[in-house]
Every structure is written in structure tokens, then in C-alpha cells.
């Protein structure tokens, strides 16, 4: 009877514990949009070579019947706000790239592609993404291979 | 005997005419789209309801307006800070003019000699082009970054509005320089006026944001005199434009009407004027949306066919606009368009 009375008071303890301690280490939960699964259980680190060499450039591609992001995003009152290209410039220092890093990690939930407003909100409606974006449906599935690479950066793809 | 044969010819004198006239009015307007998310212009025929030229090669486009012979496009370019002037016929891209900084709306002086241009890019400026030599003849300076413009119906003023400064700037269009503001609630997003018998001003129209419904400007007294709202609608909150609940009105060709276009009601109300009573109301298309209930078209602006029978909306959220009976207040067609429909204005071919 005792050893059972210890057993209960020790796990009662445990779980006042594991309160507190989530109760300390809380932070403001991000934004989960509605169809988002659970991210990855290991939360993966976002690589700024890969950003660099694969998630920028599709900020200044122009797809067919599209404005390019960076048309609206240069320096705009948006979530997503790139850096101005240099005069003569075509992509971006290192310094402007590495600010753009901050800026775009901020959108995004490590792990959780579809739970990331920069993978949700420019992805058309009827394939999951917001009801609107001024930009339009930048990515019309989340099969278009741009939005794959975003999704792949998320996941914590590393540059190779 | 004779005069059977009279009276039968009179009526196929008649049916020839009618029947000439069919393809005259039917080549006598053009409905323009600018697709603000792509880099295309759709033109439709109020006719056939159908996209029968698409302008390419102008990225971000936003404003479109027309020259007063109807054979040059005035399209303004916010990827590039300029004026694109388009042949009419061909859609070729014949002139660009360099603005003073990015454009938002324009509008073209009823005696067809000027292009008038809002500047959004801070600190805000009205750019005047002069048609005859498409070059920048003027920039006047305002207090605030610009949004909308148009002019007065009986074409002696500019009114320019501001979203960040939330004011309106009311322009002479002699002397060029503005000559009376008036500061309002909130931000200011497209307006229309209505005209005096005597073809004066009467009153600005002006949607704001936060506000769902209209405020009325006494264009005499310069104030604020009335507020009208909509009805209530459900949608707004997943399209992310309960700040901007209203977007799109317009008086009819024939100033009997106010349309008023809502994004929470998903739908565009009729007025009548001088008298701002409610007559009913048009549903605009749904969104449909993967595992999410449908959300609403966001209605982003109108323009008229110029026999008052027809009121077109762009539906940003939809790549489409909607033709509208506007005797039933029936939508009488969804026509498909490019990305991110929102400025529309009709021309009316000489």
C-alpha cells in the first residue's frame, strides 16, 4: 500500500513538472493553417545554402502569365519582404541574401511545408493553399517543382 | 395594292437597318481588364461575353484608360514605373513614358489631351503625360502617397485618393495644382461621382477601409454629409480583406444607378440616385477551396456596358469577371481571365 502511494505521489510530481517546465518554455504557437498535419517530430535547421542556391532564384523566376514575387516583394509592406537588388544587379550579395534568409525563415515552419505561409499562401485554393493572394496562384499544385523545392528547404534540405 | 407593297417595303427598310445595327453596336465597346498578379490585359466584347485580345508583355499592369479616338490604350506598369501605350487594334506596345515613380490608377481629361496618373511611391504625386507627345508634361506634388484618380464629370478637376494618408485631393485641371483635401476616417479606395443637372459635380462616392459601405462627399461644401453601409456578409476573413471590406463602385453610363461592389457579402448592391435606396443585390461567384468551405470572389472593381444593360466585375480571387443583367441582377456570365483581375473600364469605340 505504501510502495503504491509512492508510485502515485512520484507521477503526480512528474506531471506538475512537465507543466511547469512547458509552461516556461512556452512560445507564441505559430499560425497553423487549417490543413496542416503535424510537422516532423525532430524539427529540422532550414540551410541557407540550399536557400541560396535553390529558394531564391524561384523568387525572381517569371512563370508564364505570372508576375515574378520579387516584382511585389521588393521592399513591399508585405510578410514577405525582399531585398532590393543592387543597381545592375541580377541576384542578390551575400549580405542581401543572407538578410533575405532571416526574413524568409520567419515564414516558415520548419518541417511543415504546408503549414508555412510562404508554401500556403501563394498556393492555389482549390490545392490546398489560401483562399487569396494579391500575388495570385503562384504554384497551381503542391506538385509544381518550384513549390517541391520550397517544400524540400522546409523539410531541411542541405545544399549538396 | 401599292401601298402594301409600300408598307412591306418600309418593313424590310426596317429589319435591314436593325440588322446593320447589330454588328455596329456590337463593335462599339470593349470591356479591359488589367490581370494585376500576371502580365496581361484581357479585352472582352460585351456581346459574346468572350476574351477576344489579350495584351501581353506588361507585368504588374494596373491602370487602363483610352484615348479619346479610341486607337491608343493607356495601361500604367508597376514592374517598371511607366506609361505603356498600346495600339488598340493590334495590342502591340508602340510607347512607354517614365513616370516619376510607381503608378497606381489613371485617368484621361475629357478633352482627351492629358493622362492623369496617381504615384504611390512616397511621398505621393499626381504625373500628367501629355497624349500628343507621350512625354511627362507634369508632376504635382500632394500630401501622401496615391491611389485612385478620376475626373470630375463635367471634366474640370482630378480627385486623387490616398489609402496611408486617408484624404482626398481635389486637382484643377486648368492650373494643375490642387485646390481643396478633405481628410477622412479611413483610408481612401475607389470612389465615383454623380453630376448636377447642370452637369456640375454633385457628390464623390468613396469607399474607405474599415467601413463596410460608402461615404458621401458633398463636392460643393468639401464635407462628409452621409455614410451608407451594406449588408452583412460572412465572407472577408479567410481572403484576408476584412480591412478592406468594400472594393468597386460606379454610377451607371445613364446616372440612375449606384453599384457597390462587397467582398464580406460576396456580392455587388444596386442604388438607386439621387436617393441612395437599397433596389437588391447580385451574387458573385464562389472559391472553391481543397477541405475548406468555398470563399468569395473578392470583388475588386466595375464598369458598365454604355446602354446601362450590363455592369462587369473583376473577381480577383476567381481569374474571372462577372456579367450582370443589370435589369434582373442576374449574372449572365463568368468569363475567365488572367491572374488577379482588378481594374476594368470599358471603351466605347468612335
Given amino acids: ?160 | 395594292m401599292s401601298r402594301i407593297l409600300r408598307v412591306r417595303r418600309l418593313g424590310l427598310l426596317q429589319i435591314f437597318c436593325a440588322l446593320l445595327a447589330l454588328p455596329a453596336l456590337a463593335a462599339t465597346a470593349r470591356i479591359y481588364i488589367t490581370n494585376s498578379a500576371g502580365d496581361t490585359i484581357s479585352v472582352i466584347d460585351p456581346v459574346t461575353n468572350k476574351v477576344v485580345q489579350v495584351i501581353k508583355g506588361i507585368e504588374v499592369p494596373h491602370g487602363v484608360n483610352f484615348s479619346r479616338d479610341g486607337k491608343l490604350v493607356f495601361i500604367s506598369n508597376e514592374s517598371e514605373s511607366v506609361l505603356d501605350v498600346v495600339d488598340q487594334k493590334s495590342g502591340a506596345i508602340t510607347g512607354r513614358v517614365p513616370l516619376s515613380g510607381h503608378p497606381n490608377n489613371i485617368a484621361v481629361t475629357k478633352d482627351g489631351k492629358q493622362v492623369v496618373i496617381c504615384i504611390a511611391s512616397a511621398p505621393g504625386a499626381i504625373d500628367i503625360v501629355d497624349i500628343a507627345t507621350l512625354k511627362l508634361a507634369k508632376t504635382i506634388p500632394v500630401r501622401g502617397p496615391l491611389h485612385n484618380v478620376y475626373v470630375t464629370p463635367d471634366g474640370n478637376y482630378a480627385v486623387a485618393g490616398s489609402v496611408a494618408a486617408k484624404r482626398i485631393t481635389v486637382v484643377d485641371l486648368k492650373t494643375l495644382a490642387p485646390v481643396w483635401e478633405v481628410d477622412l476616417e479611413g483610408g481612401v479606395r475607389p470612389m465615383t461621382m454623380d453630376a448636377n443637372a447642370d452637369g456640375s459635380t454633385h457628390r464623390i462616392y468613396v469607399q474607405i477601409s474599415n467601413y463596410h459601405g460608402f461615404v458621401v462627399v458633398d463636392f460643393a461644401s468639401h464635407k462628409e454629409v452621409a455614410r451608407v453601409k451594406l449588408p452583412d456578409g460572412e465572407f472577408g476573413k479567410a481572403e484576408w480583406r476584412l480591412g478592406t471590406p468594400t472594393h468597386g463602385i460606379g454610377v451607371s453610363p445613364d446616372g440612375k444607378t449606384l453599384w457597390v461592389n462587397s467582398i464580406l457579402a460576396n456580392a455587388v448592391f444596386e442604388y438607386s440616385l439621387p436617393d441612395l435606396k437599397l433596389m437588391g443585390h447580385a451574387s458573385l461567384p464562389l472559391v472553391e477551396r481543397k477541405g475548406e468551405a468555398p470563399s468569395g470572389a473578392v470583388p475588386e472593381w466595375i464598369t458598365f456596358t454604355p446602354d446601362n444593360k450590363t455592369v462587369y466585375i473583376s473577381n480577383s480571387a476567381s481569374r474571372s469577371v462577372s456579367a450582370i443583367d443589370t435589369a434582373t441582377l442576374k449574372q449572365v456570365a463568368v468569363i475567365p481571365v488572367g491572374e488577379v483581375p482588378k481594374r476594368i473600364n470599358t471603351l466605347v469605340l468612335p
Fill in chain 1, 1 to 160: 500500500m505504501c510502495r503504491w502511494t509512492a508510485v502515485l505521489a512520484t507521477a503526480f510530481l512528474a506531471l506538475i513538472l512537465q507543466a511547469g517546465s512547458a509552461r516556461l518554455s512556452a512560445k507564441p504557437a505559430p499560425v497553423a493553417h487549417p490543413q496542416s498535419p503535424a510537422a516532423d517530430s525532430a524539427t529540422p535547421a532550414l540551410d541557407y545554402e540550399f536557400f541560396k542556391a535553390r529558394v531564391e532564384p524561384i523568387f525572381l523566376k517569371k512563370r508564364p502569365t505570372h508576375a515574378r514575387c520579387y516584382v511585389c516583394h521588393e521592399e513591399a509592406n508585405h510578410a514577405l519582404k525582399l531585398a532590393k537588388l543592387s543597381p545592375g544587379n541580377t541576384t542578390w550579395t551575400e549580405e542581401e541574401s543572407r538578410r533575405n534568409f532571416a526574413m524568409v525563415s520567419a515564414l516558415v515552419t520548419p518541417g511543415d511545408p504546408i503549414g508555412s505561409t510562404l508554401l500556403h499562401h501563394p498556393l492555389a485554393p482549390e490545392a490546398g493553399g489560401d483562399a487569396f493572394h494579391s500575388g495570385g496562384r503562384q504554384f497551381e499544385s503542391q506538385s509544381d517543382p518550384d513549390w517541391m523545392t520550397l517544400a524540400e528547404w522546409v523539410r531541411g534540405q542541405k545544399a549538396k
